[in-house]
């Protein structure tokens, strides 16, 4: 099957075989990693990009070439921030080179010192952006349902030497912002959100970007609405926004007045005409987005230890990332396992957020008994896969997934026999 073949409205989202192939359930034999011919003659990615309407791009291309300005304040740099603004309602958004730089400004112009909670199931980013300027993350666990921080554990972890929180909407799904907020003022803390997962999404009826000091997203080429490389800091906070914008560039208030240490942050021009011409195809990227979750959602019905993480339908979601949770004592497979089941049919599933920042460097020689504390984020780190979505991703294939899925953890026994001792 090629990868290539997109959204086939023939193909029934709930069939349970592959669509192409018409294996059953039972013929758990025509699995490539027992011996059976790949699904997928091409890999089938999570992350692969979303494109909007290519003659819009290249259109804004051509004003850009024309006009011979490439970066440093822009017009479509100046045109998406506002854009961004109004569609999340905020007075400021600020926007980057890309969601770490973001971050890191951010935390920089809030003025971080010390020590600063973190979950530690996230992208190494969130930690790196605080380590990068000298600042301890402490990382703290996350709730098994939420897979967002848990509150009840932050207070614990505070110290004189702590000056923030930093919230991760995990999959795009927010934090328990009242919480956070309760504690951040409680003890005189900042609190700034990771929202590189949730620009679309909304907690209680809110646009996320409206919360804590700051909310921080990302426009990567892996991220539902992309501007190749970009992110953006939505903050309401005047003072703030204005030294994130000095920050960005070198610190120039003027031509050559510097009034800050500052760094270049700026996003160019080509990427800002992605994001633009990305942002007017929004709308159908997160319909195709939630027509794939529930496609997946259907396909995965009944597949015994296989969860499908799910979104709130009374708030607006992406839906980016269609995650699995693998219980290997119902499925009789582990993650992964079933990791390579599909790996061996070219489809790369991933496993976000294996191991947990602290278990990767520097963490994990800074703060060897961390995982002492996160009981949850190591349970989960070994039970989450992460499956193809987006617009490069049609009902056949997702039907031909969940068939490889189910045929994985039927085949339990042949699986780990094939795996034994190579594979946890
Ligand atoms: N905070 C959080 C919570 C984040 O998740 C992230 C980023 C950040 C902060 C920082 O945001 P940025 O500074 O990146 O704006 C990818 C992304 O690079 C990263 O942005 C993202 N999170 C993370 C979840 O995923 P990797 O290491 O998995 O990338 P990579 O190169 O393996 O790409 C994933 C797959 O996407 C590839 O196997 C193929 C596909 N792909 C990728 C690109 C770039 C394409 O098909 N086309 C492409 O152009 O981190």
């Known amino acids: 099957m090629s990868s290539k073949h997109t959204r086939d409205p023939a193909v029934g989202a709930t069939s349970v075989a592959d669509p192409v192939t018409d294996r059953g359930v039972s013929d758990v034999h025509t699995l490539a990693l027992l011996g059976g011919r790949p699904t997928f003659d091409e890999p089938l990615y999570v992350g692969r990009p979303n494109i909007?309407?290519?003659?819009?791009?290249?259109?804004?291309?051509?004003?850009?070439?024309?006009?011979?300005?490439?970066?440093?304040?822009?017009?479509?740099?100046?045109?998406?921030?506002?854009?961004?603004?109004?569609?999340?309602?905020?007075?400021?958004?600020?926007?980057?080179?890309?969601?770490?730089?973001?971050?890191?400004?951010?935390?920089?112009?809030?003025?971080?010192?010390?020590?600063?909670?973190?979950?530690?199931?996230?992208?190494?980013?969130?930690?790196?952006?605080?380590?990068?300027?000298?600042?301890?993350?402490?990382?703290?666990?996350?709730?098994?349902?939420?897979?967002?921080?848990?509150?009840?554990?932050?207070?614990?972890?505070?110290?004189?030497?702590t000056s923030a929180i930093i919230g991760v909407h995990l999959w795009g799904r927010a934090c328990d912002v009242e919480a956070l907020q309760a504690i951040a003022t409680g003890r005189g803390l900042h609190l700034l959100f990771d929202a590189a997962h949730a620009f679309g999404c909304t907690h209680d009826g809110r646009m996320i970007g409206n919360f804590g000091a700051a909310e921080v997203f990302s426009f990567h080429a892996t991220k539902f609405l992309n501007s190749g490389e970009g992110g953006a800091v939505a903050t309401n906070d005047d003072d703030l926004a204005a030294r994130m914008r000095l920050m960005r560039n070198f610190g120039f208030a003027d031509f050559d007045q510097v009034v800050y240490v500052g760094t270049n942050g700026k996003m160019n021009e080509m990427s800002a005409a992605m994001g633009l011409t990305s942002l007017e195809s929004m709308d159908e990227f997160i319909a195709v987005n939630r027509a794939n979750h529930a496609a997946y959602d259907a396909g995965l019905q009944g597949i015994p230890g296989v969860s499908l993480v799910r979104y709130d339908s009374d708030e607006q979601s992406n839906y980016q990332y269609v995650v699995l949770e693998i219980d290997e004592r119902e499925a009789g497979v582990s993650r992964d396992m079933l990791q390579r089941v599909l790996h061996a049919e070219n489809v790369l599933a991933r496993r976000y957020f294996y191991p947990g920042c602290h278990r990767m460097e520097p963490y994990r020689s800074l703060f060897p008994h961390a995982g002492l504390l996160l009981p949850e984020t190591?349970?989960?780190?070994?039970?989450?896969?992460?499956?193809p979505t987006g617009t490069a991703v049609g009902e056949g294939e997702i039907a031909a997934v969940c068939g490889i899925v189910r045929r994985g953890v039927t085949a339990g026994v042949a699986v780990r026999g094939t795996l034994a001792g190579s594979v946890r």
């Open 378 to 387: 190591e349970r989960l780190t070994d039970r989450v896969l992460s499956l």
């Open 52 to 161: 909007g309407d290519r003659s819009r791009l290249t259109a804004r291309i051509d004003d850009m070439l024309d006009r011979r300005w490439l970066s440093n304040g822009g017009p479509f740099v100046e045109e998406f921030e506002r854009r961004i603004a109004d569609l999340l309602s905020v007075r400021h958004a600020v926007v980057m080179c890309n969601a770490t730089v973001a971050l890191e400004i951010a935390i920089r112009a809030l003025g971080l010192t010390g020590e600063v909670i973190v979950p530690s199931f996230t992208f190494v980013a969130t930690a790196h952006a605080l380590q990068w300027q000298q600042i301890t993350p402490v990382f703290c666990d996350v709730d098994p349902v939420t897979h967002n921080l848990d509150p009840a554990r932050v207070e614990a972890l505070i110290t004189p030497r």
